[in-house]
């Protein structure tokens, strides 16, 4: 009855149960040095998945943000302008303006212990060292929060680590980059269509 009146004397905005909300959140360095970088393949897996549904992105509060659909879902993808090593405010502050659950939310995350773009999807984890996660479970209070996690490889030589991961994507990887990108963004979708046990039989 509630929802029926406030169609009827609020037609403006669209309600939206909580339970079928997400907030899928692809990390990354924003300005133009990072971009096309490992690093910040979070933000490209949350673009494919703007781009295919023809979603525009604006300029919001600690971040970029667009919103999709996928079946009766709604998925509003941020992309944290906050600097990897701050995530987690910008996905503290959205969860909770948007009022999105914990278990709706999914970060999408660069691994170099998996090989280059394989996925594995987890509910949750430790950080495994990566700063963006570690800056989430400090803001979030632990560790339970589901993760894609995209992987970059290790092809670095001892010491150079860190050039690697804010490396761009060399000739071999762009060839084979885009097909791994649906993949993800398939997997990202599955996620909030059919839940998390499924999705990792499906896609890990």
Do not use: C
Request: hydrophobic fraction near 35%; proline fraction near 2%; glycine fraction near 10%.
């Amino acid at each position: 009855m509630l929802n029926f009146l406030k169609k009827i004397f609020f037609p403006s905005k669209e309600l939206i149960d909580p339970e079928m909300k997400y907030l899928i959140v692809g990390l990354g360095n924003v300005g133009s040095d990072y971009t096309n970088t490992r690093h910040n393949v979070g933000f490209d897996v949350v673009e494919k998945l703007a781009e295919d549904a023809g979603a525009d992105w604006s300029s919001k509060s600690h971040g970029s943000l667009a919103t999709i659909k996928h079946k009766g879902r709604t998925l509003i993808l941020l992309k944290p302008n906050t600097f990897m090593n701050l995530s987690g405010k910008a996905v503290n502050h959205w969860l909770q303006k948007e009022k999105i659950k914990r278990e709706n939310l999914l970060i999408i995350v660069d691994d170099l212990n998996l090989p280059f773009g394989k996925l594995r999807l987890r509910p949750k984890g430790s950080d495994g060292g990566h700063n963006g996660l570690k800056s989430i479970a400090q803001s979030l209070g632990g560790q339970n929060y589901a993760r894609l996690r995209f992987g970059i490889g290790d092809d670095f030589k001892q010491g150079r680590q860190v050039d690697f991961v804010l490396g761009k994507w060399d000739s071999d990887e762009k060839a084979h980059l885009q097909e791994y990108l649906t993949k993800a963004s398939d997997a990202v979708k599955s996620f909030a269509a059919i839940g998390m046990k499924f999705t990792m039989e499906k896609y890990n």
